[in-house]
């Protein structure tokens, strides 16, 4: 990974200088002046690492898991906490006054002000145009991925009857700074994203790189394929995601536990497209599970069944404060959190044929990664007849596999639009009691933090 932020530190003052170049003609010897188009490429060259733990607020509200590096005890103790009000499901508290800062919201931002750089400049620099044309459209590609994160945790779910209607987010393309950015809707939002991921982008880039923070073909495609899939046009995500899938197909081979006794991960690993990280690179590490996810682990899962550090009952109860669940006790593992990996689209395009009526076909494409995950697995494909069974089988797998990142998340408000999946979740406490979250709860959005709304005042909450 080229992680190089004093460069890109750098390349950001050089943009202040060149924005006041009628005041100040000398350059300092030495100083980046962002003449080469090799120079600004260094944006893109960039750390995605946003702070806040998806399992840490996004999981907890799906109810994947009840806590990351922490108890329950300790999160019902304070009720003016975001963190209580995720845990019980209470909607009576004020979140927007405690919602004071997100690290998340910050770093997401200022990704995409990194990206509007290049856009901005790169025909102002020197170098061949197919190169300026290439890092432009990767900038373009990471701008509608980045703004997809942020439409998809502060505003409500995409649907075509609702969403001109609907606020969204501010949709940022331009580089002036001191300019109020106002929220659009969320079919603004979602117009803006389709053209950032548009084939015009997708194909000039090559097709797989050896970088895990730059955007290639594969990693286009599967942009193009996860928002078309969000927005419910499953037959339009199917092309796409099988091309992410044939330039980079790579499953992560948990079946080696076996032998190793040990996951092994590396953000680098071959399943990653473009990996994003939250608060460090630990994921799933120190997840304590909800007893409804800790259910659906099959007995026979790799890493249940052979791995020494892996789902640690005991440690369960002594830090989480969840006796007889299970929590993630292997802090080498970095597991892909913000970004996408090839499994996300592998289930995407299972759930998309499911949708569009080939059942065996779709449950086919997430039995390739329940292979790699369960020792003598029964296969979905052929089990089951009906949409409603296939779906049922799909949700709870999914949920197992996407433990610590936001895709959970994102599923539940698809799913929470549409009569047929729309559920209650309930979370059982025990001792604690039980809390349920209605598929229309405004917890399934999340504040504008008060940094942001105090300096733009379009920034009015979306529930």
């Known amino acids: 990974m080229k992680i190089i932020n004093n460069v890109i530190l750098t390349i950001l003052t050089a943009i202040v200088l060149v924005a006041c170049e009628s005041r100040l003609d000398i350059v300092p010897k030495g100083e980046i002046t962002l003449d080469r188009i090799e120079e600004l490429e260094l944006l893109l ?70 990206m509007n750089t290049i856009i901005a400049k790169a025909y102002e620099t020197t170098g061949s145009v197919d190169k300026k044309n290439q890092v432009i459209a990767e900038a373009h590609i990471m701008r509608a991925y980045l703004h997809f994160l942020m439409v998809n945790i502060h505003a409500a ?31 603004e939002v979602y117009d803006n994203i389709l053209l950032d991921c548009g084939d015009e982008y997708i194909d000039v880039l090559p097709d797989c790189n050896d970088d895990c923070v730059r955007a290639d073909r594969g990693f286009a495609n599967a942009v193009r394929a996860t928002v078309l899939f969000q927005m419910k046009r ?31 991960l590396q953000h680098d690993s071959k399943n990653n497209y473009v990996y994003m990280s939250g608060g460090n690179y630990i994921s799933p590490g120190f997840t304590v599970l909800s007893y409804e996810t800790k259910d659906l682990i099959d007995p026979d899962d790799f890493l249940l069944k052979y791995e020494a550090n892996g789902w640690n009952e005991p440690m369960a109860a002594i830090m989480g ?25 592998y289930y995407l395009l299972g759930e998309a044929l499911i949708r569009t009526g080939e059942i065996d076909n779709g449950l086919a494409e997430i039995d390739k990664v329940r292979e790699k995950r369960i020792e003598n697995y029964k296969p979905f494909a052929g089990s089951v007849s009906t949409e409603a069974e296939a779906m049922e089988l799909v949700r709870n797998a999914k949920a197992v596999e996407m433990i610590g990142s936001y895709q959970t998340f994102f599923d539940c408000k698809r799913w929470n639009s549409e009569p047929a999946y729309a559920r209650v979740i309930t979370r059982n406490l025990r001792d604690h009691g039980s809390f349920s979250i209605s598929p229309d709860s405004p917890l399934w959005i999340f504040p504008f933090p008060a940094s942001a709304t105090r300096i733009n005042p379009t920034l009015t909450q979306n529930f």
């Open 45 to 114: 060259n960039q750390e995605y690492k946003f702070g806040t733990w998806a399992g840490s607020d996004l999981g907890v509200i799906a109810n994947t898991n009840v806590a990351v590096a922490g108890s329950i005890e300790n999160i019902l103790s304070n009720k003016s906490t975001y963190a209580y009000a995720a845990l019980t499901y209470d909607e009576t508290i004020n979140r927007p006054s405690i919602y004071l800062n997100d690290s998340r919201y910050n770093a997401v931002y200022k990704s995409i002000n990194n």
């Open 234 to 264: 499953y037959a339009e995500a199917i092309p796409y995601a099988k091309t992410a899938l044939a330039i980079r197909g790579t499953i992560d081979d948990r079946s080696v536990v076996k032998e190793t006794l040990s996951w092994a």
């Open 321 to 345: 404060g969840m006796p007889g669940s299970f929590i993630y006790y292997n802090s080498a593992v970095r597991q892909n959190v913000y970004g996408i990996r090839t499994e996300q689209i």
């Open 157 to 187: 779910q995409y649907d075509d009857a609702t969403a001109a209607n609907l606020g969204g987010i501010p949709y940022v393309s331009d580089i002036n700074l001191g300019e109020i950015k106002s929220k659009r809707t969320v079919a």
